[in-house]
């Protein structure tokens, strides 16, 4: 509804974990390359952990398409809450692998018979689970075995666990130390500084299709303070914001507008600043 109104061609502030959107701060930079290394050299076993909304599965989806499509198989695990066939099943339906028969046994000699095509062809198969802190540990021993598929000199298949904090905390425990020790590559998403806030809204909008000053210095410090610095909140918040300023007609967006936007999404108690925010600011009589 707004991207005539501020000549945008995409929408820069979506949710969903665009690759295109990725925004290349040291710490993103190094996550990914660890991720695309640990992939591309066959290390087996990685864990990528950071808070909720840091850009955890964006990273991994861009780690993926930055490889040869024809060469890398993947598996995607969005939730984690499943039984040990069901983990199973889902791995081959990923792969495009038909079960021959629901049963462990079968379906762990046909997914290692495929790894062994692949791997003599020199592709790579990666399964990636997400939400990993939510396993069980009886998944997670499951999991395990699963690095035992290898040759005498590489691994089959690399998987790759992504998760909460938590996540690193749960493998601390001294029952999960054969997991942990298997781990060759630890990667980690961190929350925005405050002018690395303001970067990345500025970044999103370039790629967005333009390079106009929408977000004014005062409203970046808001939007900081809001969110912390974590990228889906600083999305959900600016996304508000520039429907906002299009229903009240305004083509750049101060720190006073931001007030009824971060009441409505429950993120904290308004600051000073929002006090006298002019009522002009969130009534018009334009449609959204």
């Not at 820069?12 to 959107?21: E, G, L």
């Amino acid at each position: 509804m707004y991207k005539n109104f501020f000549k945008l061609q995409s929408n820069p502030f979506t949710t969903s974990p665009d690759p295109r959107f990725l925004y290349m701060l040291p710490h993103t930079r190094e996550a990914l390359a660890k991720v695309q290394y640990g992939i591309s050299y066959r290390v087996g076993f990685m864990v990528l952990s950071g808070e909720v909304g840091t850009g955890k599965t964006t990273i991994l989806r861009r780690a993926l398409m930055s490889l040869d499509q024809r060469t890398v198989h993947s598996a995607f695990i969005f939730n984690p809450r499943l039984e040990v066939l069901e983990l199973l099943e889902f791995i081959l339906a990923d792969f495009g692998i038909t079960p021959e028969s629901r049963t462990k046994s079968t379906m762990l000699i046909q997914l290692n018979r495929w790894l062994i095509d692949k791997f003599r062809r020199n592709e790579t198969c990666v399964i990636i689970i997400d939400e990993a802190q939510n396993l069980t540990a009886e998944l997670l021993e499951e999991i395990r075995l699963l690095t035992n598929l290898e040759t005498s000199s590489e691994k089959l298949v690399q998987i790759i666990l992504s998760g909460q904090p938590e996540l690193e905390e749960m493998l601390r425990q001294p029952n999960l130390r054969q997991l942990r020790q298997r781990v060759a590559v630890w990667a980690r998403t961190e929350a925005l500084t405050e002018p690395q806030t303001g970067e990345y809204i500025a970044e999103r909008l370039r790629l967005a299709g333009t390079s106009e000053l929408i977000f004014l210095p005062e409203a970046v410090t808001e939007i900081y303070r809001a969110s912390r610095g974590i990228p889906r909140v600083i999305n959900v918040i600016c996304e508000h914001a520039l429907i906002s300023a299009y229903v009240a007609d305004s083509r750049q967006i101060p720190a006073a507008m931001l007030g009824d936007v971060i009441q409505d999404l429950d993120l904290g108690t308004p600051s000073v600043l929002f006090s006298s925010a002019p009522k002009a600011y969130s009534h018009s009589d334009k449609e959204p």
